[in-house]
T-cell receptor, first 113, second 114 residues
Framework: EPEVTQTPSHQVTQMGQEVILRCVPI?????FYWYRQILGQKVEFLVS????????KSEIFDDQFSVERPDGSNFTLKIRSTKLEDSAMYFC???????????FGNGTRLTVT | AQSVTQPDIHITVSEGASLELRCNYS??????LFWYVQSPGQGLQLLLK??????LVQGIKGFEAEFKRSQSSFNLRKPSVHWSDAAEYFC????????????FGGGTRVLVKP
């Protein structure tokens, strides 16, 4: 069964550094998402992306965050200048059309020191 | 704004016993409801979904859930639990176009005793 893949599985970075989290959604999917889960807290929506543009973003998704689909397969989340509070598990998700459920990747655990 | 409450943080159940996980949601319109499971080190796997129609929905791994609009609930059940069902379970409600944006509950961690 096709799946969403995320790399790396774990990334450690220093505060103030830029990080790029990578995702390869399922190939025929059209809608792409990033969610995050801070340790001990709920999974939270960050951003949705469709037709090469952001369709919705949460208040968490400020100017430090950006998303890109640089080619036909990858979907990336960039954090420009990481803060300690960005430490979390980041999940990528994708889905096909209207009325289809989200498929999630295994996540990237980001640790900011 | 929508919200989801999972009242039980931990549940311990014996292998072979039945399991019910509670989920209550708050949403102004007809909700799209989901249950996801997360095993250690794994991503979120969809167990089942409710979009419309029959209020009792069947999912994978022998799970089912019942949508009760009057109680704003979407409880997950399994008649006989296996040791491999030990995991964290998340209920979610979808808002926007066909559940475009998910709001998750806090999760229920299920431990299975032999």
């Amino acid at each position: 069964e096709p799946e969403v893949t995320q790399t790396p599985s774990h990334q450690v970075t220093q505060m103030g550094q830029e990080v790029i989290l990578r995702c390869v959604p399922i190939s025929n999917h059209l809608y792409f998402y990033w969610y995050r889960q801070i340790l001990g807290q709920k999974v939270e929506f960050l951003v949705s992306f469709y037709n090469n543009e952001i369709s919705e973003k949460s208040e968490i998704f400020d100017d430090q965050f950006s998303v890109e689909r640089p080619d036909g397969s990858n979907f990336t989340l960039k954090i420009r200048s990481t803060k300690l509070e960005d430490s979390a598990m980041y999940f990528c998700a994708s889905r096909t059309l209207y009325n289809s459920p989200l498929h999630f990747g295994n996540g990237t655990r980001l640790t900011v020191t | 704004a929508q919200s989801v409450t999972q009242p039980d943080i931990h549940i311990t159940v014996s292998e072979g016993a039945s399991l019910e996980l509670r989920c209550n949601y708050s949403y102004g319109a007809t909700p799209y409801l989901f249950w996801y499971v997360q095993s250690p080190g794994q991503g979120l796997q969809l167990l089942l979904k409710y979009f419309s129609g029959d209020t009792l929905v069947q999912g994978i791994k022998g799970f089912e859930a019942e949508f009760k609009r009057s109680q704003s609930s979407f409880n997950l059940r399994k008649p006989s639990v296996h040791w491999s069902d030990a995991a964290e379970y998340f209920c979610a409600v979808g808002a926007g176009a066909a559940g475009n944006k998910l709001t998750f509950g806090g999760g229920t961690r299920v431990l299975v005793k032999p």
